[in-house]
């Protein structure tokens, strides 16, 4: 059932937008230009906004409480879109004009936290959550109609289990694992018909919490227990748990996420003053731990990993990115304050973090309805960037590969002087689009391209002390 209508309002007239929209880089080259950053130790980036919603599906006068987890899908066509869990169902977001194109209702009932996980699997978006009531049961999700719409198959609920915290899902293998009703263990649930679910295993483990699952191993978060475990679930009818750390000085074990060549994993334990962790699992009967962060606020939340990079959605600190090349000294290289209301120790902020795009950006989920789309570039700003817009916001240059003409927008938050030159693949600077006082507002240039050998150029901002670029192609 869509959510189209609530009280005579269309889904549009519950939220109001507060857009900043930047026409679609050549993906190719945001991606090379991502990973050149996000694999090679950073000692200072900084997080720029692209782009953000404000959705108004949110339940006390605060505002803090209905939002919860984001998370991303790539399109055949190569369109990235953001889905966000919101008091009353779920939002399907283009990213590249950060329009909502459909959404769908959700059980409300039975959870004052309105917890909504979500994971995709081919052109299926599954969506776990603790309540009860319209569509409840695990939501499966047709997005192969986006842009135009998506289409609610049906939820799948097996026996009376119908509420569920957290999934994951062992894309390789078709696998889901879902949170068993009331955090007794893990159902593993064959997808070989995504459509069609069925209960095949179940892995019994007392309070977890959060699971992660690839090539047959499940890494799970036990909650209260408190403890992490490893387990082989190749014979889903007999999973054989494998390794694991328990501590009484572990706070809540919440969530954990291992390395992507599955030798060290990383754990945050929701609890204040409670660090993320990373452990070594190379002998899987004796981990140990290697080292361990926390942001400014000393509460996260979940951490997911890529490379060497851990992205953090750390509540009211916002979106951190640390640097975990050298286990035993993890290093902040990049944030942005989602919530820059305080930096208290509070279950408020961001929520869910999502970096598996195929542009590079990073999506950013917070209770208060705010879906926050960031990229990470290069900081030549002196001291920790405070993770607000930086004095003037560099939109997409278009169209990228350029064939004769290049429009280049920007818009100056505050009047000051602007610099934007045009750099040649050998580090020279063959043409200066501006170099001026400039009011404050939006504007755009035009850069011919036909004066200028085809090739890669680099366009360079500079004002004050802050300065970032942008990739372009031309042909």
């Known amino acids: 059932m869509h959510l189209r209508q609530r009280q005579g309002k269309t889904v549009r007239d519950n939220l109001y937008f507060r857009i900043q929209s930047h026409k ?3 993906r190719y080259l945001l991606i090379l230009a991502s990973f050149a950053m996000v694999f090679s130790v950073q000692s200072q980036m900084q997080m720029n906004l692209v782009g953000q919603i404000k959705f108004r599906d949110t339940l006390n006068l605060f505002g803090e409480v209905g939002n919860s ?13 953001a889905i966000m869990g919101t008091l009353y169902g779920m939002h399907f977001v283009r990213v590249s004009d950060m329009s909502v194109r459909d959404s769908v209702e959700g059980p409300i009932e039975a959870d004052g936290y309105y917890h909504r996980e979500m994971k995709t699997y081919r052109n299926y978006c599954y969506v776990a959550s603790e309540c009860t009531g319209t569509n409840e049961g695990v939501m499966i999700i047709d ?5 135009d719409s998506v289409h609610f198959v049906k939820s799948y609920i097996d026996s009376t289990r119908i509420r569920s915290h957290n999934l994951s899902i062992d894309t390789a293998n078709a696998m889901a694992y879902i949170n068993d009703h009331f955090y007794d263990g893990v159902r593993i649930v064959s997808l070989a018909d995504p459509e069609n679910p069925v209960d095949v295993g179940f892995i019994t483990a007392a309070n977890t919490h959060d699971e ?11 909650g209260w227990n408190p403890a992490y475990s490893i387990w082989d679930c190749s014979n889903p009818a007999a999973p054989l748990k494998i390794g694991g750390i328990t501590d009484v000085n572990f706070g809540y074990a919440h969530n954990i996420w291992p390395t992507d060549d599955g030798k060290y994993f990383l754990t945050t334990e929701e609890t204040s003053g409670k660090t993320v962790k990373i452990w070594d699992m190379s002998n899987i009967s004796n981990i140990q731990k290697l080292g361990e962060y926390i942001g400014s606020n000393g509460l996260a939340h979940n951490v ?32 942005y304050d989602t919530y820059p209301q305080n930096d208290t120790s509070a279950f408020y902020g961001c929520w869910g973090a999502f970096p598996f795009t195929s542009t590079g950006y ?28 930086l004095q003037f916001i560099a939109g997409f240059p278009w169209p990228n590969p350029a064939a004769s003409e290049l429009t280049v927008p920007f818009k100056m938050m505050e009047p000051g002087f602007c610099r934007i030159s045009v750099i040649d693949v050998i580090g020279r600077e063959v043409k200066i689009l501006t170099d001026e006082f400039r009011s ?11 004066c200028h050998p085809a090739g890669i150029y680099t366009l360079m901002y500079r004002m004050g002390n802050s300065s970032f670029a942008r ?3 031309v042909r």
């Open 69 to 81: 987890e984001v998370w991303g899908w790539t399109a055949p066509d190569g369109e990235d879109y």
């Open 143 to 147: 997005m192969k109609y986006l842009p």
């Open 471 to 473: 990739t372009v192609l």
């Open 212 to 222: 992660f699952a690839r090539n047959d191993t499940v890494w799970l978060a036990e």
């Open 304 to 335: 997911l990993i890529i490379g060497d990079s851990a992205y953090i959605a750390h509540y009211t600190t916002g979106v951190t990115v640390v640097d975990i090349s050298d286990k035993a000294n993890p290093v902040e290289v990049a944030f």
């Open 440 to 450: 404050a507002g939006a504007c755009s240039l035009k850069w011919n391209t036909t």
């Open 362 to 389: 990073i999506y950013g989920s917070n209770f208060d309805g705010l879906l926050t789309v960031m990229e990470m570039v290069p900081d030549t700003s002196v001291g920790r960037n405070p993770g607000k817009p």
């Open 24 to 26: 679609t880089m050549k």
